[in-house]
């Protein structure tokens, strides 16, 4: 157990594991529970904790602390009880706008199923984080000019965490 407050970083690390170590087979399960058309969905190739980076490959998740909500009520020396809001995001690319479309719906499916009602503990078991995604978005869908005629589209989940650490 740690001695100071992991916060943003503690909880911000723990997720991008999580999704690091339970993405695959979320993927798998959506497109075996969907079906036709097949589409091609791989793992994260990067992970970002910041918004707007200058280069990267599709598809990237993005795990994004909006806020933190200290729960004055519930204060104790040495620990925390509090809510996270962060918005997990998946961008995605593909030749065909429809077949982007839905492939942004499969990895909407495989990350909800990933985040929803799931409890993440750290291996000392000093940060617990317990997740519920209440609003899903997506964007456009962008034609990248760029990237040889491919379309883009992004997939936006905001999750509640509950935030509770020792120290």
Request: glycine fraction near 2%.
């Amino acid at each position: 157990m740690s001695n100071y407050p992991q916060l943003a970083e503690g909880a911000s690390n723990l997720i991008v594991s999580y999704i690091q170590a339970n993405i695959a087979s979320a993927l798998d399960t959506a497109q075996a529970n969907v079906g036709a058309p097949i589409v091609s969905l791989e793992n994260p190739r990067d992970y970002f904790i910041y918004e707007q980076p200058q280069a990267y490959e599709c598809p990237a998740c993005f795990v994004i602390l909006d806020d933190t909500d200290f729960k004055v009520q519930d204060r104790k020396p040495n620990s925390i009880n509090a809510e996270d809001r962060f918005n997990i995001a998946i961008c995605v690319e593909d030749q065909d706008a429809d077949l982007l479309t839905r492939k942004a719906w499969r990895y909407q499916s495989a990350l909800f199923s990933v985040m929803n009602g799931t409890t993440i503990v750290s291996n000392d078991n000093s940060l617990v984080l317990k997740s519920w995604v209440y609003r899903s978005r997506f964007s456009q869908v962008y034609s990248m000019k760029e990237s040889g005629g491919k379309f883009r589209k992004e997939v936006l989940l905001e999750c509640n965490i509950a935030h509770f650490e020792n120290f």
